[in-house]
């Protein structure tokens, strides 16, 4: 028995030192990966691509070689305006657009320089969307476009932002992209009118909710200059811009002159009354001489033509479009009456300067295609390509007081 039990220690000893002493089998985090499949994958996308899809088509544009336009902002007469800021993926073009305005109103009047929240505009302006839906039963249009003068029936109603206190960006979120917050809101109204269920607060807070997952929540209070403010406040105390202040100069046919109308076009989603229609010649006198006497303005109209290039960062008319001297309210009215005249964008004319006897305009644009050419942002317009293809501005009414006084 004992020889036994000596031989049985030995054995632990010996073996069982070598199995403590082993090494054990460790996992690791790995990222799994089937290459073949996923060359698979990429050779049937570029077949399938090549068998299904038809050839995108060209565009028709004008020829620019050989030509020279003055595109050296340096040249241009400006006024003060904060610096170029880009949408992203959105159709933001009517904020981003009025609240620089307002921004370079607040410097004109005030001397103040400040950078505002443009998503705080649309956030509220969704919220309105979202109640117009409800109480129209479905029939008002919800859509990422607005006006001009949405910007300020907001901010008269909700007050405004700082943009360093409400940027509308998510943390680490490098651009704006609001392809799935708009999907997300979409889906949700059609689901509240395909099951009838037209309750106001459920809607409100359900695109709240919505809003507030995808760009933030806004405050409801803030710090601002060791002072602690509300939007309304913000807006009442701070910015000091009445918003009773602002009107909006249109020119179309289809209305009478000389009387506030309906804009007719799909983001008035609002159907407001309250565009002054004048005639086409003097609504092109008042936009030069308001910029000749260090106005900036808020405008909107077509940038989709030929000659309105991304590259040469230029918008001007062809003459096989149509001659400058053609160039009238029946060529203007046509174009918006068969729809290739749309009010497509937003932008803020910041600045001019006379080549020729002939107007060019400066904008400040947010949208993608203003950022392909040499001055990110800023384009160089015509003064015909006004004319023709931009429909409507904002401005404060003692700017045009002339024009007040002959409305009825």
């Not at 570029?46 to 020829?63: A, G, N, Q, R």
């Not at 009025?98 to 649309?122: D, G, N």
């Not at 080549?355 to 993608?368: A, L, N, P, R, T």
Request: net charge positive.
């Amino acid at each position: 028995m004992v020889k036994i039990s000596k031989l049985i220690i030995v054995f632990l000893v010996v073996f069982g030192f070598n199995l403590v002493a082993q090494e054990t089998d460790k996992g690791k985090f790995v990222k799994k990966e089937n290459k073949f499949y996923k060359n698979h994958l990429k050779t049937m996308n570029e077949y399938f691509d090549k068998i299904e899809k038809t050839p995108k088509k060209k565009s028709f544009v004008l020829d620019l070689k050989g030509k020279k336009f003055p595109a050296i902002l340096a040249d241009y007469k400006t006024q003060w305006h904060n610096p170029v800021e880009s949408q992203g993926s959105s159709g933001m073009c009517w904020s981003f657009s009025t609240v620089s305005f307002l921004e370079s109103e607040m410097y004109r009047i005030h001397k103040k320089k400040i950078k505002l929240s443009q998503l705080y505009v649309v956030y509220c302006e969704y919220i309105e969307k979202a109640m117009g839906y409800v109480q129209t039963r479905g029939k008002s249009l919800f859509a990422e476009g607005s006006e001009g003068n949405a910007v300020t029936k907001d901010i008269k109603k909700y007050g405004i932002i700082p943009y360093k206190i409400y940027s509308g960006l998510p943390s680490g979120q490098p651009n704006h992209d609001h392809r799935r917050l708009y999907r997300e809101m979409k889906t949700f109204l059609k689901s509240i009118k395909k099951s009838n269920n037209w309750n106001p607060e459920y809607v409100k807070a359900t695109i709240k909710s919505i809003l507030n997952h995808h760009i933030g929540t806004p405050p409801t209070s803030f710090k601002w200059k060791g002072k602690t403010y509300t939007p309304l406040s913000f807006y009442k105390n701070y910015v000091k811009l009445d918003m009773d202040n602002y009107v909006e100069i249109m020119s179309y046919m289809q209305q009478p002159y000389y009387k506030q109308v309906e804009y007719e076009v799909p983001d008035n989603w609002w159907h407001d009354k309250s565009y002054y229609n004048i005639p086409l010649d003097e609504y092109m006198t008042i936009i030069k001489r308001l910029v000749k006497e260090g106005y900036t303005l808020s405008i909107g109209g077509d940038v989709s033509e030929p000659g309105y290039n991304a590259i040469a960062e230029v918008g001007i008319v062809p003459d096989f479009d149509i001659p400058s001297k053609y160039i009238n309210e029946n060529s203007r009215q046509f174009r918006f009456s068969n729809k290739t005249t749309t009010d497509d964008h937003g932008i803020h004319i910041v600045g001019y300067q006379i080549v020729e006897g002939k107007y060019w305009f400066v904008i400040k644009d947010s949208g993608s295609g203003a950022r392909n050419g040499k001055n990110v942002g800023y384009r160089f317009i015509h003064e015909d390509y006004v004319k023709l293809k931009w429909m409507g501005f904002t401005i404060h009414k003692d700017a045009v007081k002339d024009i007040l006084k002959k409305v009825k």
